[in-house]
């Protein structure tokens, strides 16, 4: 904490010189009226306790510390606050330190609500079409991008570029990822299909190929009978299912099944937060041959809870994501959002539980999924809150203001 004395001509050059020597977060202590003019004692890094522990000790003398500080840093002897108890004037500076916070918060809402309206004013076309962008479920900065993007436009051919935008900026793996063979593992959190995908994923290539050309692996060995469910869908289509218990076991496994055309790799579902989700993933990495990681992100989760998904599974280098359960996402723009920010492109779409027929490849096939997206707004009659989109959208008619 650093405490300094500061004085002036009035309070607005005073705390212009307080700004340019602390920085905006600095904490006025103690004010009034000195020989110099007005004077104020402001504090950078402001540490309560430390502060309680110095006016404690200064309480024996305060007159004397007060007369003797000078402009340079004070030693902790300028800052008794005379006539009133150290505790009580804490409280008092923590109390309207909160409420002018307060008053900030509340005039910034309030700047914001006029601005949008503003903007709403100005530019009743950008307007709707920021509206219609975060009603399909993007995040705030994805719209931005969508617009700033954009070529300038009117009506509906402004929404139709806009939504075309969208198209082009959802990356997609070219054609049939995994049917073009080779080793594949699928991560993921609880739940999210990647056992069933992987199902699907084999039953493709049995439509191209040949059964004696796959392998299923499962390293789900972290919960009984985990194994069971991908040992009946491998029954199901004659396909061998061979178990690995850690990255040794999975190395010499993919060595005995080099001959195979395809290897596909069923892993724990473990959520994003579980210790042991590392040591899985790191697993993958660790044996010899090159395993390509395809993350299995679920459509009808929570936007946060997705990117937190990729954060997460990053570790384990995905190449493409899988998006899983689309028709049971009430919104697709979070999905968009997430997997534009995090330049993962997408193989795949599940649309449901049935194996093989609800997997599509996702190659091509965006504008089919911004379709999609924008026929679930269709169904649904949740408006976005006139104060979300002053918060996020009206910096920028303050910008176009200037
Ligand atoms: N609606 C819908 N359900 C799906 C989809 N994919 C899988 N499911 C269902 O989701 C449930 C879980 O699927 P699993 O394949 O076992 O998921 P998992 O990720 O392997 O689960 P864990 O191994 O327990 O982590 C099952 O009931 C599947 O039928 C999908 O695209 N849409
Ligand atoms: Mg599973």
Known sequence: ??????????????MRDIREVFGPDAVILESGRGADGLEVTAAMDFDPAAYQATTSNLSRTPTAATVNCTDEDIGDDAVTLPGESPTAALEDVAVMREEMQNIRSLLEAQLSQLAWKDRDRRQPETTAIIR???RLGLTPDIVQQMLGSTTPATGHSAWTASLKQLVQSIGVCDGDLVCAGGVFAIVGPTGVGKTTTI????????????????????MDNYRIGAGAQLATFGELMSIPVYQA???????????????????????????QRDLRLAGQLNGLRDVEQEIRVLLALPANAQTDSMQEIVDVFRIAQPVAAILTKIDEAT???????????SRIPLAYVANGQ??????QVAGARQAWLVKAAVELI??????VSEDYFAEHFAEVATDACA
């Not at 919104?331 to 920010?341: K, N, P, Q």
């Not at 269709?378 to 408006?383: A, D, L, M, T, V």
């Open 1 to 14: 904490m650093k405490i300094k004395r500061f004085t002036g001509p009035d309070m607005r050059t005073v």
């Open 132 to 134: 219609n962008l975060t």
């Open 199 to 218: 199902a699907k994923l084999a039953a493709r290539f049995l439509s191209q190929g040949n059964a004696n050309d796959v392998a299923l692996v499962t």
């Open 245 to 271: 218990g850690d990255a040794a076991s999975l190395g010499d496994l993919l060595t005995e099944l080099s001959a195979k055309r395809l290897v596909l790799i069923d892993t724990a579902g473990m959520g």
């Open 331 to 341: 919104s697709l723009g979070g999905a968009f959002s997430v997997l534009i920010r």
């Open 354 to 359: 049935r194996v093989p027929e609800d997997l």
């Open 378 to 383: 269709r169904g649904s009659s949740e408006p």
